[in-house]
């Protein structure tokens, strides 16, 4: 039976349009870092051969006997310094971690004979770049926000004081997005995105 992670995985990625409390464990994931505006072809590059790769393994796992649809991609980002208001800050000092989650029978070795392959049939100057990485959320509180990527901060503002209400402290100033939606094809305002902070 073929892995749907929307189906089997709700409570991570599927959340409600308000805030709630969850139990993030330990992942596997295909990431890679840059800084910058997302706009720029730089990061679309990256973005290129983090999905390069994942089908590759999915194609890999396929062929074993197992399959699963791949899972979305999803960012950490941050910023050098607090914007002086939220939402106020300028793009190309963005620092992110791009990232692909991987299903827990992929191992390190297997992504780099896969990555071999990959850079035979698909150069690509990032390929080099993606590592292997186990990750872990831990406690945190996530959101769904649907709309364009720069009305973000109306939710962040939620999270916030959804973490005051409940005695919650954000152990950083990095957020997680998941793009369960794809931006060459979904309009602005129907796209979505779930916001998680670690706490």
């Known amino acids: ?3 749907e992670w929307r189906k089997a995985e709700k409570e991570l990625y599927l959340p409600k349009t308000t805030p709630m409390y969850l139990e ?4 596997n994931f295909l990431t890679i870092t840059g800084q910058g505006d997302p706009n720029e072809s730089a ?3 990256r973005v290129a051969a983090l ?3 994942a089908y590759g393994i999915r194609m890999k796992l396929k062929q074993q006997g197992f399959e699963y649809t791949v899972y979305p991609l999803e960012g950490l980002w941050t910023l050098p310094a607090a914007p002086t208001a939220p939402g106020q800050f300028n793009k ?3 620092q992110y971690k791009i990232m692909i989650r991987q299903p827990e029978s992929v191992t390190e070795t297997e992504f780099e004979v896969i990555r071999q392959a990959v850079e035979r049939k698909k150069p690509n100057m990032y390929l080099s770049q993606v590592n292997f990485e186990t990750i872990t959320d831990g406690p945190a509180v996530q959101v769904m926000h649907i709309g364009p990527y720069d009305t973000e901060s109306e939710l962040f503002a939620k999270l916030t004081a959804f973490c005051e209400t409940n005695q919650l402290t954000p152990k950083n100033h990095v957020h997680r997005e998941i793009y369960l939606s794809d931006a060459r094809r979904v309009a602005p305002e129907k796209r979505k995105t779930v916001l998680r902070y670690s706490v």
């Open 92 to 94: 190309a000092d963005l």
């Open 1 to 3: 039976m073929k892995h």
């Open 43 to 45: 990061f679309g590059d």
């Open 24 to 27: 993030v464990p330990a992942f």
């Open 51 to 53: 999905y390069s790769l």
